[in-house]
């Protein structure tokens, strides 16, 4: 290898303001500059002022159309913000252009004092938000939203691309009071179009809908959202993506309604320091709502380092110019697998509204949100699936601190659904129907775990005939598997429970016991589950002197691997058209169930069935 050291380029000024558009990426021209001449037709008060960045913000093309109501302020912005506001006072409308850093931390008592306290109608477009860049520390926005989140009225838009920048400009405009927005310039990607998207001030939209990981985002990083979200399909991570685009006032509403679902983890992602940004926004309404817990948030901050690291364009955050972009986006995107995976790297908040266990241990930052099983064993069997009930529980039980043993026909798969949640959690081949296999693998978790604290009977099959259509073999297996299962592993796991003072037991029944017949279940799927009712409602009485509930789920219309393929789209509506909250369920809502009877929460709950349904079923 060759010691001669490589003489890097010397950047120009075109490379540092370098747009942001990955090669090939669909990009619109100077998106802000054309609205802007657009709107000005229609709107003549609109006057554009700029701190001598007329072509770097794009308002050249506002010069170029209106030169008579065009303001070349020179490098002052202190005077282009109070000249501004006093334009405002007079009546106008302007749209006042420069870089994000200049108009928020050198004008920033401009700001306040001549715009926002007076609730004027000036429109800071302000380029190069964030790390987007490359001519350094002293250009890069870092603190813009948090500055500007503290001036008292000030509406602040963070865009994503040119569709949020050209819809944006109209309704900046038409807003009464001062408003704030990041500008992106040059040619910018063109990415929401594809999501059925539009923007509307004050509203957060949800772009793709997911059921591991929510990511909220603002600005850039929704694109890079996107991007991660459609990576990870391939590891079969479902992610979906909030975008905010407006960051004040924030949309409370749909952030709370987004991030209460459970079993989700939710990342927000932003082009900010961790401090006053976006992020801490949404901590503090979900913190605030009670939907999460101070305990249950981390950071995954920019390095103090970043700044200088970004000057030489060797940041790794995933958003820096195009010379680094491959490996940038690499970065980003294996950073994301690595939170997603490790549950830990990224900022992040669990929804659970549950109170800490007293005596409960902080065994780590993996645990520090997950506390309803906190250093509980929890055994499920019928597991490995990856779209099924019992993994999703699995990896909820794994969030809520549990160490989870993983028990499917199929031991390779088993293993693997097990150290696709962790290292900690273990997985096990286990036919219920075969007594003997399922006192060995409960033989091996007491080895691997020293205790089982809470079983969860939940493999199961189905088979979709009639009555008079049903032969002895189907009979057989359909019976075997749901309720000679349940008693199968029972008997191996009870005596266990009995020895350590207690446990809990959760059987998977069905809708199809309570009804008489479910969707795709036939009438020996009924039989069975209805036997799963009654054999957990006589264990519950039979063992509840030695402290073990057992108790029952009794899901309505999930989807899952076990439906699918087996109702057309056309169905599927129907039936939802039918369940009063018109939808069919996830496998998370059945696990929010599972885990809640297998949580000290449901402590005086034994011999009960949860109806997990959307209403389906509703008794009298
Ligand atoms: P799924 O097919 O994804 O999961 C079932 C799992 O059970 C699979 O991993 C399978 O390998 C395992 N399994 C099958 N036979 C087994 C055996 N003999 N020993 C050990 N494991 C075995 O389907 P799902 O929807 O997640 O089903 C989970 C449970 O929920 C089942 O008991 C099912 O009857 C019940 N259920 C499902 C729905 C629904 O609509 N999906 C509704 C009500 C009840």
């Not at 407006?246 to 989700?264: F, M, N, V």
């Not at 999460?292 to 700044?307: E, F, K, Q, V, W």
């Amino acid at each position: 290898m060759s010691n001669a050291t490589v003489k890097k380029p010397r950047l120009t000024t075109s490379a540092m303001i370098a747009s942001i558009a990955s090669e090939g990426q669909r990009v619109k021209a100077a998106p802000f500059g054309k609205a802007l001449v657009e709107l000005a037709a229609q709107r003549p008060e609109i006057v554009g002022l700029t701190a001598d960045l007329a072509k770097y913000t794009d308002l050249h093309l506002f010069a170029q159309a209106y030169p008579e109501r065009f303001f070349q302020m020179g490098m002052a912005e202190q005077l282009l913000m109070a000249s501004a506001g006093g334009m405002a006072k007079e009546g106008f409308v302007p749209f006042a252009t420069t870089y994000a850093v200049f108009g928020t931390r050198r004008a920033f008592d401009f700001v306040h004092q001549v715009i926002a306290e007076e609730n004027l109608n000036v429109k800071m477009c302000c380029a190069l938000p964030g790390l987007t860049t490359g001519y350094g520390p002293s250009h890069q926005a870092t603190e813009d939203i948090a500055l500007m989140r503290g001036v008292p009225g000030m509406t602040i838009v963070d865009p994503c691309d040119a569709l949020d920048i050209e819809q944006a400009v109209p309704q900046i405009a038409a807003h009464d009071g001062p408003v704030y927005m990041r500008l992106l310039r040059g040619n910018v990607p063109l990415v929401l179009d594809e999501y059925d998207y539009s923007f509307e001030l004050g509203k957060a939209k949800m772009l793709r809908d997911g059921r591991d990981v929510l990511v909220i985002s603002s600005g850039i990083l929704t694109m890079r959202a996107l991007e991660v979200a459609k990576t990870l399909e391939a590891d079969k991570v479902d992610v979906g993506v909030l975008h905010v685009p407006t960051i004040k006032p924030l949309d409370t509403e749909t952030i709370l309604r987004e991030a209460g679902r459970s079993g989700r983890l939710v990342v927000v992602a932003e082009n900010h320091t961790t401090v006053g940004g976006l992020g801490e926004a949404v901590a503090t309404a979900l913190l605030t709502a009670g939907v999460t817990r101070p305990s249950a948030r981390s950071h995954c901050p920019m390095p103090s380092s970043m700044p200088v690291r970004y000057r030489r364009c060797t940041t790794a955050t995933g958003f820096r110019p195009r010379p680094c972009r491959r490996r940038s986006r690499a970065g980003s995107v294996e950073a994301s697998r690595r939170a997603v995976r490790r549950d830990g790297a990224a900022r992040r908040a669990y929804p659970q509204n549950a109170t800490r266990p007293q005596g409960a241990r902080n065994r780590g930052s993996q645990m520090n949100n997950s506390l309803l099983l906190d250093g509980k064993i929890v055994m499920i069997s019928g597991a490995a699936s990856p779209r099924g009930i019992g993994l999703a529980t699995a990896r909820l039980a794994a969030r809520h601190g549990a160490r989870v043993a993983i028990l499917d026909l199929d031991e390779a798969a088993a293993v693997e659904a097990a150290a696709s949640i962790g290292p900690e959690h273990r997985g096990y081949g286990c036919n219920v129907v075969d007594k003997d296999a399922c006192l060995k693998a409960t033989a091996q978790a007491i080895a691997e775990f020293g205790r089982i604290d809470v079983l969860i009977n939940n493999a199961g099959i189905t088979q979709p005939v009639k009555t008079l259509d049903i032969d002895p073999a189907s009979w057989d297996r359909i019976l075997d598997v749901n309720l000679r299962g349940v008693l199968y592993l029972s008997q191996a796991v009870i005596p266990h429970m009995k020895q350590q003072g207690g446990g809990s037991i959760a059987c998977m029944s069905s809708v199809s016991a309570q009804r008489g017949g479910g969707i795709l279940g036939g009438p020996h799927y009924s039989a069975a589950k209805a036997g799963v009712l009654g054999l957990a409602k006589a264990m519950a009485r039979e063992f509840g002197p030695d402290n073990i509930r057992v108790n029952c789920v009794t899901p309505g219309l999930i989807q899952t691997d076990i439906s699918s393929g087996k109702l057309s789209d056309e169905q599927k509506a129907s039936i939802a058209a039918s369940i009063p909250l018109n939808r069919l369920g996830n496998a998370d809502e059945v696990a929010g169930a599972y885990v809640f009877l297998a949580s000290d929460l449901s402590s005086y709950i034994t011999g009960a069935v949860i109806d997990v349904n959307g209403g389906m079923l509703i008794h009298g």
